[in-house]
C-alpha cells in the first residue's frame, strides 16, 4: 500500500508553497503533497515517478500534459478557462484553503481506493455516548464541549444524531455534506471511508465534527446496525482516538447504540420531573437486564447556562468560562 500524491503546480510567488504547507500540516491525508514554480522540474519528477492529481494554474495548462504519468488533471482556475481546457475538472483559486482540500478530496475518491491508502490503525479508539432521556438539559451544549475539551489532547471527533440539530444555525453557515451523504458513500464504497470522511468533517476549534443529517427522516430509516458499522468503519480508520456520539431517542434502538459504547454521559437537571424520568429509566434498564448500561454511565448535573445563539462566539466563550471548567472536572472524575 501507498500514500497517493497531490503536485501543486502555480507559478504565482508563494502560492503553491504556501498551499502544500497548509495541506501538508493537515493529519491523515491520503496522500502526500509537493509543490512546483519550475515546469522542468515537473517534467523531470514525472520521468520518474506517478502523480495521483496534478493541481495546475489554468494558465500554465498545456496539452502534452495529458500523455504524462498524471491520474487526474485539476485546473486551479481564477474564473477564466481556455476552451481547448473546458472539459477539465477545475477548483476556483482564491476560495479558502480548507475548501479547496475538501474539493480536492472529493476528487480524489473518484480515482483512488482507500486500498491504496495506509491508514494508522494502531489507535485504541473509545466510543463516548451522551444521552439523556430527559429534554432540555444542555445535551448539546455539554457534548460539543466535552469533544473541545477532548480534542486538546486527543484527536476527537463528533458525530450529532437528533433529529433537529439545528447546526446551520448554530454555526451560521450551509454545510456541503452532512451525515447522510457519508452513510450513503460508505454503503456504495466502503473503501472510500478515510477520504470521503476527511472532505465531509468541519473543524470547531481542533474538534472534527460532521454536519447532522439535514432531514429526521433519514435518521428514522437507518437501522441501528447500521450506525455501529458506520460508527465501527470510522474508528477502524485509525483517524480518531475518541468519538463523541450526541444521541436522540430517534435511534432506532437506543440501548443497543448506548451498550455499543464505551462510556455514557447523562446530562440532568435538578427538577422533579426531570429526576423522576431519569428514575424510570434507570428501572427500565434494570428490569430489561441493560445493567452494562448503568454501570459505564455517568451522571452529568447541568448547571444553569444562558446561550445568546446570536453570538458566534458563544462555543468559545463556555469552552473557557465555568461551564468549560466543570467539564473538566466531570472528565477529571471518570478518568
Known amino acids: 500500500m501507498r500514500m497517493g500524491v497531490?503536485?501543486?503546480?502555480?507559478?504565482?510567488?508563494?502560492?503553491?508553497?504556501?498551499?502544500?504547507?497548509?495541506?501538508?500540516?493537515?493529519q491523515s491525508m491520503p496522500f502526500k503533497t509537493i509543490a512546483f514554480t519550475n515546469k522542468k522540474a515537473l517534467y523531470k519528477y514525472l520521468k520518474e515517478n506517478h502523480i495521483d492529481i496534478l493541481l495546475i494554474s489554468a494558465a500554465d495548462m498545456e496539452k502534452q500534459l495529458e500523455d504524462e504519468n498524471i491520474e487526474k488533471i485539476i485546473l486551479l482556475s481564477n474564473g477564466k478557462i481556455f476552451s481547448e481546457y473546458i472539459g477539465y475538472a477545475s477548483i476556483y483559486k482564491y476560495q479558502s484553503s480548507e475548501r479547496i482540500i475538501k474539493e480536492i478530496l472529493d476528487y480524489?475518491?473518484?480515482?483512488?481506493?482507500?486500498?491504496?491508502?495506509?491508514?494508522?490503525?494502531?489507535?485504541?479508539?473509545?466510543?463516548?455516548?451522551?444521552?439523556?432521556?430527559?429534554?432540555?438539559?444542555?445535551?448539546?451544549?455539554?457534548?460539543?464541549?466535552?469533544?473541545?475539551?477532548?480534542?486538546?489532547?486527543?484527536?476527537?471527533?463528533?458525530?450529532?444524531?437528533?433529529?433537529?440539530?439545528?447546526?446551520?444555525?448554530?454555526?451560521?453557515?450551509?454545510?456541503?455534506?452532512?451525515?447522510?451523504?457519508?452513510?450513503?458513500?460508505?454503503?456504495?464504497?466502503?473503501?472510500?471511508?478515510?477520504?470521503?470522511?476527511?472532505?465531509?468533517?468541519?473543524?470547531?476549534?481542533?474538534?472534527?465534527?460532521?454536519?447532522?443529517?439535514?432531514?429526521?427522516?433519514?435518521?428514522?430509516n437507518?437501522?441501528?446496525?447500521?450506525?455501529?458499522?458506520?460508527?465501527?468503519?470510522?474508528?477502524?480508520?485509525?483517524?480518531?482516538?475518541?468519538i463523541i456520539l450526541d444521541i436522540s431517542s430517534m435511534i432506532g434502538d437506543i440501548f443497543t447504540i448506548l451498550d455499543f459504547c464505551n462510556k455514557v454521559y447523562m446530562p440532568i437537571i435538578n427538577e422533579t420531573l426531570s429526576l423522576m424520568?431519569?428514575?424510570?429509566?434507570?428501572?427500565?434498564?434494570?428490569?430489561?437486564?441493560?445493567?452494562?448500561?448503568?454501570?459505564?454511565?455517568?451522571?452529568?448535573?447541568?448547571?444553569?447556562?444562558?446561550?445568546?445563539?446570536?453570538?458566534?462566539?458563544?462555543?468559545?466563550?463556555?469552552l473557557w468560562n465555568e461551564f468549560g471548567d466543570y467539564v473538566r472536572s466531570i472528565l477529571k472524575e471518570a478518568a
Open 108 to 220: 480524489f475518491v473518484e480515482v483512488h481506493s482507500c486500498s491504496k491508502v495506509l491508514p494508522d490503525v494502531s489507535k485504541d479508539v473509545e466510543i463516548v455516548a451522551v444521552y439523556s432521556p430527559v429534554k432540555r438539559t444542555g445535551q448539546t451544549l455539554f457534548s460539543l464541549t466535552l469533544g473541545q475539551v477532548l480534542a486538546n489532547d486527543f484527536a476527537t471527533l463528533y458525530i450529532n444524531l437528533e433529529e433537529f440539530s439545528a447546526f446551520d444555525k448554530i454555526f451560521h453557515q450551509n454545510f456541503d455534506g452532512d451525515l447522510s451523504d457519508l452513510m450513503y458513500f460508505y454503503k456504495q464504497s466502503p473503501d472510500t471511508l478515510p477520504i470521503k470522511l476527511k472532505a465531509i468533517v468541519n473543524t470547531l476549534h481542533q474538534l472534527d465534527y460532521i454536519p447532522p443529517l439535514v432531514y429526521s427522516k433519514d435518521l428514522r
Open 6 to 26: 497531490l503536485a501543486i503546480y502555480d507559478l504565482e510567488s508563494g502560492y503553491a508553497d504556501s498551499l502544500m504547507q497548509y495541506i501538508n500540516q493537515k
Open 222 to 242: 437507518i437501522k441501528t446496525e447500521k450506525w455501529i458499522e458506520l460508527i465501527e468503519a470510522i474508528a477502524a480508520t485509525g483517524m480518531y482516538e475518541k
Open 277 to 318: 424520568k431519569v428514575s424510570a429509566f434507570e428501572e427500565y434498564l434494570l428490569k430489561s437486564e441493560n445493567n452494562s448500561i448503568l454501570d459505564k454511565s455517568i451522571k452529568v448535573k447541568m448547571p444553569s447556562v444562558k446561550i445568546d445563539i446570536e453570538d458566534e462566539s458563544f462555543l468559545d466563550r463556555q
